[in-house]
């Protein structure tokens, strides 16, 4: 994680924004990093990823859409090239993002990582919970 803190509550990992966002920060995110996995993951394989979280209602305004940086075959690290940017519901209820990534032109070869921003604009306080994320075979 980077500017945020983890903790297991409830069967689910909370997700805790601990600095503000400005210009000289990074933004709070969590990454899964696939690059030293026993067996290579190829994108080929997965033709979705499933995210089941909830945001709070108490979260600020600014905190409203989630950013994933998806690093597979040449690419290693985040780039803006390679983003996805998905809008979240904050009511305090569980939801699952079924997002389609065969659509995605850049995802192919070998999945090295995949980047969590939680919020791509946050305040420090604003929590998210994630209790499942899962790349589902085609």
């Known amino acids: 994680t980077n500017s945020s803190s983890v903790t297991a509550e409830d069967g689910a990992f909370r997700f805790t924004v601990t600095s503000n966002n400005s210009a000289n920060m990074t933004d709070a995110f969590f990454s899964i990093n696939y690059i030293n996995s026993s067996k290579e993951l190829l994108a080929e394989n997965y033709k979705y990823l499933e995210i089941t979280y909830m945001v709070p209602t108490d979260v600020s305004s ?23 940017m998905v809008e ?14 065969s659509e995605l032109d850049y995802w192919k070869g070998i999945i090295n990582m995949i980047r969590f921003d939680f919020f791509d604009a946050s305040l420090k306080g604003d929590s998210m919970y994630v209790s499942s994320i899962r790349l589902v075979e085609k």
Request: glycine letters at 2%.
């Open 62 to 84: 600014s905190a409203t859409n989630m950013q994933l940086f998806i690093c597979c075959d040449e690419i290693t690290s985040a780039n803006a090239a390679y983003q996805i």
């Open 88 to 101: 979240t519901v904050k009511d305090g209820e569980y939801h699952t993002l079924k997002i389609d990534m």
